[in-house]
Each structure stands twice: as structure tokens, then as C-alpha cells.
T-cell receptor, first 112, second 113 residues
Framework: GAGVSQSPRYKVTKRGQDVALRCDPI?????LYWYRQALGQGPEFLTYFNYEAQQDKSGLPNDRFSAERPEGSISTLTIQRTEQRDSAMYRCASRSDTDTQYFGPGTRLTVL | QKEVEQNSGPLSVPEGAIASLNCTYSDRGSQSFFWYRQYSGKSPELIMFIYSNGDKEDGRFTAQLNKASQYVSLLIRDSQPSDSATYLC?????????????FGKGTKLSVKP
């Protein structure tokens, strides 16, 4: 079946603009995770959901970052008033009842 | 603050050799450990997970866990050029079986023909 999809794949924005990154998990997967990955680094946890409930948002860097998953499927990560330091690959992963997190292709965000 | 440490490499091995990738973690209470492979420009994909002390084998891959030493390793036997990638070690964070993963920086492996 279809894997995790993310859109857009690439996003270039100007500093101060808001951006919304979308993740469409594998159908039926309960858990959805957001990570951020800088070049040469491993993924860094941001937040995760079980169904529509946000379970842990301790990795969100500051209050400009927020995420939602209102119907327990698609999730949106929103970054308000973007800054250059927000530039990174944003990855989404989903998980069923096994211990495997399946990663999407990521959204490459560039803030000018 | 949980930490996962890996040698960034690059680790270079000849084709057919055994590649040994190492990882240490800071939280003695960690229970679940994962190895992901990430090709350049691609997403991480799970190779293996291990929960118990000792070895776990899957094809050419063997994961080894030593909780007393807080050490996890991945051995790749008969290394192939297609194994050239960055290998990420991950430890489960809080949240029980559903918790997030804490990743190391990854070790870049190069298998020379």
C-alpha cells in the first residue's frame, strides 16, 4: 500500500512568513510523529500523536511551532513567523501496532 | 536529557568485509533500541530493533545489545557497496511502547568494491 506522504516536498519562504507542512500517514496507523533533521544529523523529535490526541510536544523548539491532527489521520505542522534557523528537513513518521516507524520523504524548508 | 552517541565516520570497509557500527546511550533505563539506514537524500528505514541483552540476527545483519555497558552495535557481514549509507542508532524516549525515538547523529559507512 501507499507509504507516508508529505507535502510540499520543498518549501521556500521569506523570514517572518507562516508555513504549514502536511503529513498523510499510512492508512490505519494510530501514531504519528514529527521530526526535524539538519544536514549531517539524526532526526530530532518534535511531537507525536495517538489518534487525534497530542501525546508529547516537548520537542517543539518554541511557541512558534504547533501541530494538529484533528481527525486522527492527516497532520499539519505549522511554523509561525519563520526564521532562518528553522531551515531543515521536516520528517513525519507513522506507526501501527508494531515497533516500526515508517518515515515519509520529508519537506525541505528553506527560510530566506 | 537522553543522549545517543555515534562515531560520525566515515567508516570505510572493503567489499565482503564485516562492518561494525557502534552506539552508546546515556539513559540506563532505556529498553528499546533501533538501527535505521539512511541513503543520501532519502528517508530513514528500519533495519532492526533489539530489546534484550545479547545478539539478534537478521540475514547479514546482527544487532548486539549490552545494557550494563549501555552499548548497542550493528554488524554487517559480507558488506556490499549497496550497504553504503548512514546508519542511525535510535533509542526509545518516554511514552512507553508508543514513545518517540531519540537518534544519534549517524555513522556514514562506505563499502569499497
Amino acid at each position: 500500500g501507499a507509504g507516508v506522504s508529505q507535502s510540499p516536498r520543498y518549501k521556500v519562504t521569506k523570514r517572518g512568513q507562516d508555513v504549514a507542512l502536511r503529513c498523510d500517514p499510512i492508512s490505519g496507523h494510530v501514531s504519528l510523529y514529527w521530526y526535524r533533521q539538519a544536514l549531517g544529523q539524526g532526526p530530532e523529535f518534535l511531537t507525536y500523536f495517538n489518534y487525534e490526541a497530542q501525546q508529547d510536544k516537548s520537542g517543539l523548539p518554541n511557541d512558534r511551532f504547533s501541530a494538529e491532527r484533528p481527525e486522527g489521520s492527516i497532520s499539519t505542522l505549522t511554523i509561525q513567523r519563520t526564521e532562518q534557523r528553522d531551515s531543515a528537513m521536516y520528517r513525519c513518521a507513522s506507526r501501527s501496532d508494531t515497533d516500526t516507524q515508517y518515515f515519509g520523504p520529508g519537506t525541505r524548508l528553506t527560510v530566506l | 536529557q537522553k543522549e545517543v552517541e555515534q562515531n560520525s565516520g566515515p567508516l570505510s570497509v572493503p567489499e565482503g568485509a564485516i562492518a561494525s557500527l557502534n552506539c552508546t546511550y546515556s539513559d540506563r533505563g532505556s529498553q528499546s533500541f533501533f538501527w535505521y539506514r539512511q541513503y543520501s537524500g532519502k528517508s530513514p528505514e528500519l533495519i532492526m530493533f533489539i530489546y534484550s541483552n545479547g545478539d539478534k540476527e537478521d540475514g547479514r545483519f546482527t544487532a548486539q545489545l549490552n545494557k550494563a555497558s549501555q552499548y548497542v552495535s550493528l554488524l554487517i557481514r559480507d558488506s556490499q557497496p549497496s550497504d553504503s549509507a548512514t546508519y542511525l542508532c535510535a533509542v526509545r524516549g518516554y511514552g512507553g511502547s508508543q514513545g518517540n525515538l531519540i537518534f544519534g547523529k549517524g555513522t556514514k559507512l562506505s563499502v569499497k568494491p
